[in-house]
């Protein structure tokens, strides 16, 4: 009923070209963004906030990250735990080089080096396609993780071979570190995933994002159009991995404290590139639903038998969660190969008609 | 100077000194090289009759094995075990033709290829639900007495195992070529690969092709699992190990039989040398991610693998 | 005038002794001909004549073995295709290649990309110049959708129009670019009369209103003779005539080879 797209009258190509087009859109987003602000940290519990909503923001990171690559320029990677891994590390490595800058400084310098590591491993998209290139993509994944495992100076020789988050403050308020509270690391994180996303969003529906998603249709004719294929695909991959690097940053700093290279093992890889396939390739708030998707799912799973009043061992568990999450895919991949968002979207194009169908 | 030296002159002179040392590794790489061809080749015969890069191939050598070492523990003989489970795999083909293919036929070969990867996790959910989870010994009778082969004087050690492992590597390739190109239903999965069209006309249906690729390749990765569990033990990361059989493939070029062979050789021969000579000087482990770079680069001169068909583009 | 009609300065395009081979087969041997700036150029023959593969030269898709490509004065052997399309040709597909994730709108402001500068710092912050720039360009690409009347479909993905349509939005990404040379492979293949007259109406428009050079492979012959200036006639890659319509008409090389089996 209040939900319509005719009618709203445009000034202009500008107002068309914004980010939400419709005005209701845009405030549903500035509400979720203000209460995710302003309400959670005051009723969200500790318990919330460490296991659903920072993993979730990390991992929300890290799919939007993805989504830039294989949704929007096509290119399939396995490597995203690769490339979290180059963010950890190297914020690591920065923030104890050099304690006085500030972390979130540290946070997109390592970003960048994840970009240069992501454009050096997608040289190869040049000449390789598809599944080889996924192939190739998993020489970045193993390859980095073996480098942090065994080059003892990214982890400051530490005979543990872990990395732990030290304190960090900014304007007084600590951050990082075991000290640092959980409201306080989930704003910080919030904060830094609204911004990208934000920057995300402006860059898909701009020229970088016609380019990526024009050499993703077809690339042959992007490039007698006038694309460099080159060129743009390095530029997703840097991006891209500029995404995962400091979404890998967020998860040693923001919410797991400390880390070994499993942290980063080509598992989080599948799991990332699951949120990208169940939200939705080629969608931004895909990448957020996907991330929600599947951070709730494991939650649910251990908590659905107790609901129901019975008890599971852990293991058989686990295995469970394995084959549902397996279902899940293929289920999703039949019945709406285009995720959630895709869903959402149908959805609300029949509120907009609703109550008429026609 | 000195690592100069340390990397491209003292591994040499190692290989040359020690020969016998040098064949033993080479022998040890081989033997892995021909558990890499299994499970490309499974690969490779899913993606020539349906153009789907079954990433869960990997998951059902896991699965196969679990299912052979269950029944074997529930007093099954071997032989009737091996006869279910090529029962049990050819049933798995079925089902995944009617509740994965079927419906997402006509699809981008990428949203198959991740409904792979879905059924990758189910299939190891399911075959861990079923069988448990802890690593299992399997034992299927090959025999593992230690042979002395005499080499230049010396004598080199090798298992017999090693040796029956490369016969039976051996059999099912002879066995598949025979299969393709004498078998009516072999020459009809090859005239799919060709042109699904012209197969259609022919009078074959696609859906047959797909139970057949699928469970033959489910037999297939029974006989990488029996050898593979025979030799290492029946555990999850079976099917980690199965995933180098992607680098596999990509030297060896999707859609070629040989390439599969030739690819696995190279892999698992390359690997076992470079761990060997050059592993210590890097902090070892190199086994991890080599079968990728040295996949990654020689893509980088030959795209289309060593066998693959080249790529002709045109507008 | 005597003489050749076309001296070297009025000509955009030279093509010189171009011959292309793919292993055995020979796809052009030797052909030459020019296209002079402003012209309707159309390129005929039968199936298989060589006809895609001569535009695919032309903008640096294929590499002949031999021959030479001039345009606008600059000789070139090899070069990208997408170096050809910063010289200012573009193109359309005898298969329609658009790009089928994306709506009409996009696809049209695809073919703006070459006029865009704004980094994507910029454009990820959405700031002041990139903004300005994305306006500019939506202003021209509206003005292609007016052009072409394609307004109702703008933001529909082009995966769901139909054939004719496609064609047209393909049409629309080209002159986005603002060629200089338009080359158009079969534009209207598979059209019905109303929409091949609507396509023709489009090309002899944007010849006719902004001089842009036209060079069109087509098979309907009505249409060739209607709204070409002069055509080249290809057959089993070579060069069999090349005139005015009326000439080629009358060639009889021409009606033996082609014209003798379509004309009723
Ligand atoms: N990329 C290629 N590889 C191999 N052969 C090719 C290639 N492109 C074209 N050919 C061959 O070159 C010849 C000319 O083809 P071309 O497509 O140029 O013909 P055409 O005149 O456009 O025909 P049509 O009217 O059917 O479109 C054909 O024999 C074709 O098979
Ligand atoms: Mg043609």
């Known amino acids: 009923m209040f939900y319509r797209e005719a009618g709203q009258f445009k000034s202009g190509y500008a107002a068309d070209q914004a980010m939400f087009p419709i005005p209701q859109d845009r405030y549903v987003v500035i509400a979720i963004v203000a209460f995710a602000f302003l309400g959670v940290p005051l009723i969200a519990n500790e318990y919330w906030l460490q296991a659903i909503l920072i993993p979730f923001l990390v991992f929300s990171m890290a799919a939007i990250g993805l989504n830039l690559l294989t949704g929007y320029a096509g290119q399939l990677s396995l490597g995203t735990g690769g490339f979290m891994a180059v963010g950890g590390y190297m914020t690591y490595k920065f923030t104890t080089f050099w304690p006085e800058l500030n972390i979130v400084a540290c946070f997109l310098l390592s970003g960048l080096c994840a970009a240069g590591v992501g454009v050096l491993f997608g040289i190869p998209s040049l000449r390789i396609k598809g599944f080889y290139l996924a192939v190739a993509t998993l020489a970045a994944q193993f390859f980095l993780v073996w480098t942090f495992n065994k080059v003892p100076w990214f982890y400051n020789y530490n005979p543990s071979g872990t990395v732990t988050a030290p304190p960090r403050t900014i304007f007084g308020t600590m951050f990082t570190g075991p000290e640092a509270s959980a409201p306080a690391r989930y704003l910080l994180a919030l904060s830094i995933v609204v911004v990208f996303a934000f920057a995300a969003k402006n860059l898909v529906r701009g020229r970088v994002g016609r380019s990526w998603m024009a050499i993703r249709d077809m690339d042959i004719a992007a490039e007698i159009i006038g694309f460099r294929p080159f060129q743009t695909k390095l530029l997703a991959f840097a991006i891209s991995s500029f995404y995962c690097g400091v979404a890998g940053a967020m998860s040693l700093f923001l919410w797991l404290g400390s880390v070994e290279t499993e942290a980063y093992g080509i598992d989080i890889s599948f799991q990332v590139l699951f949120m990208v396939i169940i939200g939705g390739l080629g969608s931004i708030l895909g990448s957020f639903l996907g991330a929600a998707f599947i951070t709730l799912m494991p939650i649910l799973l251990t908590n659905a038998p107790q609901f129901f009043g019975f008890s599971m061992a852990s293991d058989l568990q686990k295995h469970i969660e394995l084959m549902i999450f397996g279902g899940l895919i293929i289920f999703f991949l039949i019945a709406e190969p285009h995720g959630l968002a895709r869903l959402w979207q149908i959805a609300k194009e029949k509120l907009r008609r609703w109550p008429f169908p026609y | ?315 | 005038m005597a003489g050749p009609e076309t001296s070297p300065a009025e000509a955009i395009l030279e093509v010189e002794n171009v011959s292309l081979r793919f292993g055995g087969v020979q796809a052009l041997s030797e052909v030459s001909f020019d296209v002079q700036s402003g012209e309707v150029r159309a390129i005929i023959g039968p199936n298989g004549a060589g006809k895609s593969s001569m535009l695919n030269v032309i903008n640096g898709f294929y590499h002949p073995q031999e021959g030479s490509i001039t345009f606008k004065g600059v000789t070139r052997r090899r070069m990208r295709t997408h170096e050809a399309a910063a010289q200012g040709i573009a193109r359309t597909f005898q298969n329609i290649a658009l790009f089928r994730g994306m709506t009409t709108l996009d696809n049209i402001m695809t073919g703006r990309n070459l006029k865009m500068k704004r980094n994507f710092l910029l454009q990820a912050l959405y700031l002041g110049p990139a903004r300005r720039e994305e306006m500019e360009h939506r202003e021209f690409a509206e003005r292609v959708i007016d052009f072409l009347e394609i307004q109702a479909i703008r933001k529909t993905p082009v995966s769901r129009l139909p054939y004719g349509l496609q064609k047209r939005v393909e049409l629309g990404r080209a002159l986005a670019a603002e060629p200089d040379m338009l080359l158009l492979d079969e534009p209207m293949a598979g059209m019905n009369t109303e929409e091949k007259e609507d396509m023709c109406r489009f090309i002899l428009d944007v010849n006719g209103e902004f001089g842009t050079t036209v060079v069109l492979i087509e098979h309907d012959m009505g249409v060739v003779m209607d709204i070409s200036d002069r055509v080249v006639v290809l057959d089993y890659g070579r060069l069999l005539a090349d005139g005015t319509p009326d000439e080629v008409r009358r060639n009889p090389l021409v009606i033996d080879a082609y014209l003798g089996t379509v004309r009723d």
């Open chain 2, 1 to 315: 100077m000195e690592i100069l030296n340390a990397f491209f002159v003292s591994p040499f002179v190692d290989m040359a000194e020690y020969p016998v040392f040098f064949a033993e590794v080479v022998a040890n790489g081989f033997l892995t090289g021909i558990m890499y061809s299994l499970v490309a080749l499974g690969f490779v015969l899913i993606f020539k009759a349906s153009e789907t890069f079954n990433f869960a191939q990997g998951v059902m050598v896991l699965f196969a094995a679990l299912t052979l070492v269950g029944l074997q523990e529930r007093g099954v003989p071997t032989w009737l075990a091996i006869g279910i489970t090529v029962g049990v795999m050819v049933l798995l083909a079925m089902a995944i033709e009617k509740v994965m293919l079927r419906p997402l036929v006509n699809q981008d070969p990428f949203i198959l290829f991740m409904a792979t990867i879905g059924l990758t996790f189910f299939l190891e959910g399911f075959g861990e639900t079923l069988w448990g989870s802890n690593v299992k010994r399997l034992d299927v009778g090959i025999p593992e007495r230690p042979l002395e082969v005499p080499l230049g004087g010396d004598f080199m050690l090798l298992n017999e195992f090693d040796l029956w492992a490369a016969g039976i590597g051996a059999v099912m390739v002879l066995g598949l070529a025979l299969f393709f190109h004498r078998t009516t239903i072999g020459r009809a999965l090859r005239a799919v690969a060709d042109d699904h069209q012209a197969a259609m006309a022919v009078g074959i249906s696609l859906r047959t092709i797909w139970v057949v690729v699928w469970s033959v390749s489910g037999v297939v990765a029974l006989v990488a699992g029996i050898m593979w569990g025979a030799k290492s033990g029946v555990q999850f990361s079976l099917s980690l190990i199965a995933l180098k059989a992607l680098p596999v493939l990509i030297l060896g070029g999707l859609t070629s039989v040989p390439g599969a062979i030739v690819g696995g050789l190279i892999i698992g021969i390359g690997e076992k040398i470079g761990e060997v000579y050059w592993g210590p000087l890097v902090g070892g482990a190199i086994e991890n991610w080599f079968a990728y770079v040295l996949a990654l680069i020689f893509l980088l001169f030959r795209p289309q693998g060593l066998f693959g068909e080249r790529i002709i583009e045109r507008v």
